[in-house]
């Protein structure tokens, strides 16, 4: 080839592509973040494992795999399982194996249809082996800390009697095509799950007892057969929503059960299930009380219970730690005077101490609870929020998956004596942002302080923009929650890297400023909660690089329900956002999953008086309707009839022409959240040309793949 050719196709070839600034500047980008979740330490401390999900070849769908970080932080992270399957529920053995799920295919059985199995990665390394596989695959697992005990939740079919029963009952309806539930007890949706006709049970992973064929040779890594010994049968679907915890010993079973009340109510009993003999007894249960296990002091003696007390329409949500004697039957409240909600994480090895988080004015640190005298002290001390929290066998450390505005979850170290933070050596690095984090604060109405975050571009906004910022307000969902944790529905840097300022605040009935904080707008949505975020935008707007006369508000769920409200309260946005939105409460309260707890929250008359619908003709502002078909918490009729009075009843309905400045986005395969990525990107997209016609005045180009 001669020089000049050579040059010629050199040359010709198309320059590489510009990397975005920021991974928050490009949605292709933003998706391929890879996401941790869940933090597991081997009982001698050496190891820690994490799952980290990341995105597939085609972009569609995300696929987990389990990786391994150095407790010191001195090796890089690694990748132990990989799969087309991915794998997940990763849980310690006493004797450091590490068993997981996946639903990739067994190498000794390449012709099996593969399902979610029981996989073990032996503890000095080597290749995962199959270790258990069943028909009706098998979900969590949980393994005992100081014994050789695991133990799997895995879905039986309710008539079967036995593992192979089981079996040609799936059969039987995957080969007739059948997915009829006939259903005889509520609820039988659960937020984007039809329930039935399988219920969960609690199985022993014990050694077969099936004798090896006697004499038969193979390599020194064959290890025992295990089967499942079913520990519930007859409990029907009590475990349905409930979670166990394992004693320190393997010997029992504390899980959370449902019980059936008449009028188609329930109510959450403690129950301990006997390893050996299967029985059951009920710990603690109570008229108008839920009750939620914790984990077991390492003694054994003494378990963390959450209790949470049914609501009325004028009594609100609380949820209250207990210590519950195993021996004596005493339940005592731990800590009742430190105003906040705790979550049990895990004992100190010595048991002179409870680890919990607790959300605490936008941030969710970890805090020491003393057993004996309920002494609260605070272990860390910055603007993040802590989960899965893990203690070494030493007692002085602990490790957690920690995350904020700042950044996605990353497994750091924790000194307890000191409060230190480390970030660990992770399986990904920090995106870099393209802007910052400031905290607003207000006063509202009635005196109460308030406060929000505030994520601001890096960018200077020019002269033609007033040298100001156009300002989002975002309204969380729940509505007991709290803006404190990096999320990936609902990220504010995607809206700063277009020159957005986002305000991200705590209204009243939000969490992590005491009960009273949430009981000033129990049963009152459109009141304090209104008033309150109208109060911190208002203060928000007093900064000088905010633009008062371009804004927007955004929220889904209960954040939607605001935004409605909002939009028939107020015509000072210039645009409305609403995702998985409540709009007619009386049609919504018998509708959505859990009819009988929204029955507790509201009764007729607060329906009729914060019910949006009844404003729709005040509406003028401009709104985009999200809503997904298979979304069972806000049924999509919500989203339908919210469609349907703002082009017939609102200030700006369909004209002569057939026009309005209203969209509806609507999603047929998608539940309460926006889960698949490609479908992910098309929100946000049309979410910014949305914003962008009616707060910038730009026009921007929709997503191509709505074929418009």
Do not use: C
């Amino acid at each position: 080839m001669s020089a000049d050719v050579q040059e010629e196709r050199e040359t010709s070839q198309p320059a590489p592509e510009k990397a975005p600034e920021t991974p928050f500047h490009d949605l292709d980008h933003y998706v391929a973040i890879p996401r941790l979740s869940g933090l597991v330490l081997s009982p001698d401390g050496s190891r820690l494992v994490t799952t980290v999900a990341t995105l597939n070849g085609k972009g569609t769908e995300y696929g987990s795999a389990l990786w391994e970080i150095d407790p010191a932080g001195e090796r890089p992270a690694r990748r132990i399982t990989r799969s087309a399957k991915g794998e997940a529920g990763a849980a310690f053995a006493a004797n450091g194996d590490l068993f997981f799920t996946s639903a990739r295919p067994d190498p000794e059985k390449p012709d099996e249809e593969p399902v979610n199995a029981l996989w073990l990665l032996p503890r000095d390394g080597g290749e995962a082996r199959v270790v258990l596989s069943r028909a009706g695959g098998v979900g969590g697992v949980l393994t005992a800390r100081a014994a050789d005990a695991a133990f799997v939740q895995a879905s039986v079919l309710a008539g079967s009697e036995g593992e192979e029963d089981d079996e040609k009952r799936r059969k039987a309806r995957k080969d007739s095509k059948v997915a009829a539930i006939l259903h005889s007890a509520y609820p039988v949706r659960f937020w984007d799950s039809d329930l039935g006709p399988d219920e969960p049970r609690l199985f022993a992973v014990e050694r077969s007892s099936t004798e090896p064929e006697p004499g038969k040779p193979s390599t020194i890594d064959e290890g025992p057969s295990l089967e499942l010994r079913n520990l519930t049968p007859d409990i029907g679907a009590g475990l349905r929503f409930g979670e166990a915890h394992v004693s320190p010993d393997g010997r029992t079973l504390y899980a959370g059960v449902l019980k059936s009340l008449p009028k188609a109510d329930q109510r959450s009993e403690l129950v301990a299930i006997d390893v050996a003999s299967g029985n059951r007894r009920t710990l603690l249960g109570e008229d108008r009380k839920d009750f939620f296990p914790g984990p077991a002091s390492p003694d054994g003696r003494t378990l963390a219970v959450v209790v949470e007390p049914h609501t009325t329409p004028t009594d609100s949500y609380r949820s209250e730690l207990h210590l519950l004697d195993l021996e004596s039957g005493e339940l005592r409240r731990l800590a009742p005077e430190w105003d906040r909600q705790a979550h049990p994480q895990t004992w100190l090895p010595d048991g002179s101490a409870l680890l919990v988080t607790a959300d605490d004015a936008g941030r969710s640190p970890v805090f020491r609870i003393d057993p004996a005298s309920g002494e609260v002290s605070r272990v860390t001390s910055d603007d993040a929020a802590y989960t899965d929290v893990v203690v070494d066998p030493d007692g002085a450390t602990a490790y957690a998956l920690r995350s904020s505005y700042l950044f996605p979850a990353e497994a750091v170290r924790i000194d307890l004596a000191s409060g230190d933070v480390t970030r660990l050596s992770n399986p990904t690095e920090r995106p870099e942002l393209p802007g910052r984090l400031e905290e607003v604060t207000a006063t509202a109405e009635d005196g109460t302080p308030l406060r929000a975050w505030l994520a601001l571009p890096n960018e200077t906004p020019s002269a033609a923009e007033g040298g100001k910022h156009p300002l989002l307000l975002w309204i969380h969902g729940g509505p007991i929650g709290s803006w404190n944790a990096w999320t990936w529905r609902w990220n504010p840097w995607l809206m700063a890297a277009q020159g957005y300022a986002v305000l991200l605040p705590d209204p009243a009935l939000s969490t992590g400023y005491g009960q009273d904080f949430i009981q000033r707008g129990w049963g009152r949505w459109g009141a304090e909660p209104f008033t309150d975020l109208m109060a911190v935008t208002d203060a928000a707007l007093e900064r000088p690089d905010l633009d008062p006369e371009r804004t927007a508000a955004m929220g889904g769920s209960f954040g939607g329900y605001m935004a409605n409200w909002v939009a028939g309260h107020t015509d000072r946005f210039r645009a409305i956002v609403t995702h998985a939105s409540l709009w007619a409460l009386e049609g919504f309260g018998m509708t959505t999953d859990m009819a009988h707890y929204w029955a507790k929250e509201m009764d007729e008359a607060m329906q009729e008086a914060y019910s949006p619908h009844r404003a729709v003709g005040s509406i003028s502002t401009p709104m985009l309707v999200i809503h997904g078909d298979k979304d069972y918490r806000v049924p999509i009729g919500e989203g339908l009839r919210l469609w349907y009075e703002l082009l017939n009843k609102s200030q700006l309905p369909l004209d002569e022409s057939g026009r309005t400045p209203h969209r509806f986005l609507y999603f047929p395969d998608e539940n309460h959240w926006i889960l698949k990525p490609q479908h992910a990107k098309v929100w946000y997209g049309v979410v910014s040309a949305f914003l962008a016609e009616h707060v910038l005045g730009q026009e921007r180009e929709l997503p191509k793949e709505l074929g418009l």
